[in-house]
């Protein structure tokens, strides 16, 4: 049991002097005036009592609209500035946001999460068009189905998006009413609120006819008409305006100064530091015009306040680590309040739009206020917030479910993370390959590790296919952390690559899940990837025994491949072990290092690496692997050669591209004129194999042989993947 007096208490609602609050078993137990309070009964059972004198008790807060970005991190983040709840309007994939918000829910280190999933949107539109793999919806038929799949998947909220990308200079497909309004009618009977996503005030009045519970953003271009303002009143509508995006995304520059406060900036981690200094990454609106006006922003807030419309604080904050958004988890919420201030809410009303108000709008009956009963998520911040609302960022205390939230760890652990180096490019194997290529989420990957993206650009697209032949959590979190920068690979300038690979990497990839499952449950346990690239077998087969794979590549790639799934990509049953090694030196001491049995049988998985390899040295890797090879180890490879690049196809795409176009980039990094028959360098190396048709594997999986290796077309190349097992022994070699 915990006491806390003398505090001057917010309740969610009004302002409440000299109370005692009495928390036990995680929840509010009661409030009752400090002057009896000693007298009561509970008091004597108190194990810690608080003085509170000098400060303000406030239900913990709910940041009614961020990006939890597929990380943890975020959430703990958000606890430190005494968020407790924070409300998701956008996580893809399905199972990841359930994880992320059943973690969250048994979790006392880490805000709790409730989330939107996946948006629904047009076929084309925004997000849908830098997001290929998200499902769209094209018209109301389906707008039941839509809404009852998001809720199966979890979903507590449904985010509707009316946004054109006009303040990302495109002019895109988006929701039109009718589909909007049935989206609207299929939430109300399924129970869940809905939120609309709006640029313009356009969107706002379509939003506003269709009926949704809440809109979110107000336009940067113009202030709302008093006529949608008023409307948006009587209806009851929610807004949630998400000053502090706003405000970073018209380059106005208050936010930024939260950077300064010393309340704040000692407890950030660097890169959420350096993001709310300098960064720029998730703005809301890209693209300066000189209609942009934060001003406008800020005048429609005070206008639907004015007018009675009930507004919920929301940040839209969506910065992770190794990704620059300036809008931080927790401290954005901060200036958010003080924004709202800014546009005429008194500090107890911008309180509320932080506690009581978000908790009606979402259905979290259970906190939003200081009430018995109620879960004991709380904040103790010094001075008093009912009249100078920065107080809220000086944070003293922090309690979720009751159990107090140690800042000093959080802090601590930061401090230390912040010490792990990052890693510079790769070692050197060409002037090609050493080259920086691209920085994706502030990793850098060489020219040839940047080709791992084009395969996980690839298993995104295919993981959001209905008829998908698997689904890949990494390549998603890839897709979703790199957005432009997979351009080259999925967007318009990767078109040619895609029109001439088809569904290749998706059925090569399918085609090696199915023999790895087959190696293992023939009886190897454990499994080698070499040149693992963004590989997530080790997250995603369904193992027929638990495993432990080796995932051999250079340092760029692996670098990235951490951040990308550090705390977003759960890992069940099997154990992963990353092995920094280039393939051209001493790889097999490096495994054995790690922990590889040589005497044990291996599956070893040599997939888009041998292109990459001149002969010789494809041939050096295939000796080695066979000195490490017990009896009953296995192989499967994909051999390509140069000659792909001769072919008629490939070359008019090469004609039409320029030299530093994807395909280009591609062709400068094959190396391997593969001379010999696959099977006659596999057999000359002690192993027993077969080849898989590429027509025949497209043929069972009902996909179109890819144009480029499709040989009943002229002029293509020949792909060969192949599997086999051990027919000696080791190679003593
Ligand atoms: N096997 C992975 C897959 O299919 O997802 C990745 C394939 S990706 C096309 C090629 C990978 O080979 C990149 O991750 C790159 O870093 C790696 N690679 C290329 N040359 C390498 C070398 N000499 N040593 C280690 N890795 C290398």
Not at 564 to 590: K, M, N
Request: hydrophobic share 45%; net charge negative.
């Amino acid at each position: 049991m915990i006491r806390i007096d003398h505090a001057r208490v917010f309740d969610g609602e009004g302002v409440l002097d000299d109370v005692s609050v009495f928390v036990d078993a995680g929840r509010v137990a009661a409030v009752t005036p400090t002057a009896t309070a000693a007298a009561d009964p509970a008091a004597a059972r108190a194990d810690e009592v608080i003085d509170g004198t000098g400060h303000t008790l406030l239900p913990g807060l709910i940041d009614g609209h961020t990006h939890v970005m597929g990380t943890l991190h975020n959430l703990r983040l958000a606890l430190t500035f005494g968020v407790t709840t924070e409300v998701d309007l956008f996580s893809f994939p399905a199972d990841l946001t359930g994880w992320l918000c059943d973690t969250a829910a048994h979790r006392d280190d880490l805000a709790d999460l409730r989330s939107a999933g996946t948006v629904i949107c047009a076929p084309g539109g925004h997000p849908a068009a830098t997001m290929p793999f998200l499902p769209t919806l094209d018209g109301p038929a389906a707008a039941g189905d839509q809404v009852r799949l998001r809720q199966k998947e979890g979903a507590h909220v449904i985010k509707l998006m009316l946004d054109d990308g006009c303040h990302h200079g495109a002019d895109l497909p988006t929701l039109d009413p009718v589909t909007v309004a049935a989206v609207a009618d299929a939430a109300r009977s399924a129970g869940l609120p809905t939120v609309a996503h709006v640029a313009d005030v356009a969107t706002v009045r379509t939003a506003l006819e269709a009926g949704v519970d809440a809109v979110t953003h107000v336009p940067p271009t113009a202030p709302l008409p008093q006529e949608v303002v008023y409307r948006a009143a009587a209806e009851g509508r929610f807004f949630i305006p998400t000053l502090a995006m706003m405000e970073m995304s018209c380059g106005a520059p208050g936010g930024r100064a939260l950077a300064a406060d010393t309340r704040i900036a000692g407890r950030l981690p660097a890169d959420a530091l350096a993001a709310l200094t300098g960064g720029t990454e998730g703005l809301c609106v890209t693209v300066p015009s000189p209609e942009l006006d934060f001003g406008n922003a800020l005048e429609s807030t005070r206008r639907l306040h004015a007018s009675g419309v009930r507004l919920v604080a929301g940040s839209d904050a969506n910065n992770a680590p190794g990704r620059a958004c300036p809008v931080v988890h927790g401290v954005a919420l901060h200036r958010e309040l003080e924004l709202l201030v800014a546009a005429g809410l008194s500090p107890v009303e911008a309180l509320r739009a932080a506690t009581a108000t978000p908790a009606r709008l979402f259905g979290l009956s259970d906190r939003g206020r200081i009430a018995p009963g109620l879960r004991a998520d709380l904040v103790l911040v010094e001075g008093d917030a009912t009249i100078d609302i920065t107080a809220t960022r000086a944070v003293r205390r922090v309690w979720r479910r009751g159990v107090p939230f140690d800042r000093e760890a959080a802090r601590a652990a930061w401090r230390s993370g912040a010490q792990v180096p990052t890693a510079g490019p790769g070692s050197a194997v060409g002037s090609d390959s050493a080259r920086v290529a691209t920085t994706v989420g502030g990793a850098e990957l060489t020219a040839v590790g940047s080709t791992a993206l084009a395969v996980a650009a690839a298993r995104a697209a295919e993981s959001g296919r209905p008829d998908r032949l698997f689904q890949d959590p990494v390549a998603v979190q890839v897709a979703v952390a790199a957005g432009g920068a997979l351009a080259a690979w999925s967007g318009p300038r990767g078109e040619l690559l895609r029109q001439a690979m088809g569904d290749y990497f998706a059925l090569r990839t399918r085609y090696f899940d199915d023999w790895l499952r087959e190696a293992v449950a023939a009886g190897c346990r454990q499994v080698v990837v070499l040149a693992a690239g963004l590989d997530a077998r080790v997250f995603r087969l369904d193992w027929p025994a638990p495993v432990r794979v080796f995932e051999i590549d250079r340092a760029d790639v692996l670098t990235f491949k951490d951040k990308i799934i550090t705390g977003r990509v759960p890992l069940f049953g099997s154990e992963r072990i990353p092995v920094t090694c280039d393939l051209r030196d001493d790889w097999p001491g490096a495994l054995r290092e790690h922990g590889l049995d040589p005497g044990l049988p291996t599956a070893w998985l040599v997939e888009g690496i041998m292109v990459y390899l001149t002969e010789e040295e494809g041939d050096g890797l295939l000796a080695r692997l066979g000195a490490l090879s017990a009896p009953a180890s296995r192989i499967a490879v994909e051999y390509g050669s140069r000659a792909m690049f001769h072919t008629g196809n490939t070359r008019t795409a090469l004609d039409a591209t320029t030299g530093t176009d994807t395909l280009h980039t591609l062709a400068a990094l094959w190396r391997n004129e593969s001379t010999a028959d696959p099977l006659a360098r596999l057999a000359a190396h002690g192993w027993t194999a077969t080849t898989r048709e590429l027509a025949d594997l497209a043929a069972e999986h009902g996909r179109p042989t890819p144009a480029a290796f499709d040989p009943r077309q002229p002029g293509t190349a020949r792909i060969t993947l192949l599997s086999g097992h051990r027919h000696t022994s080791p190679d003593p070699s």
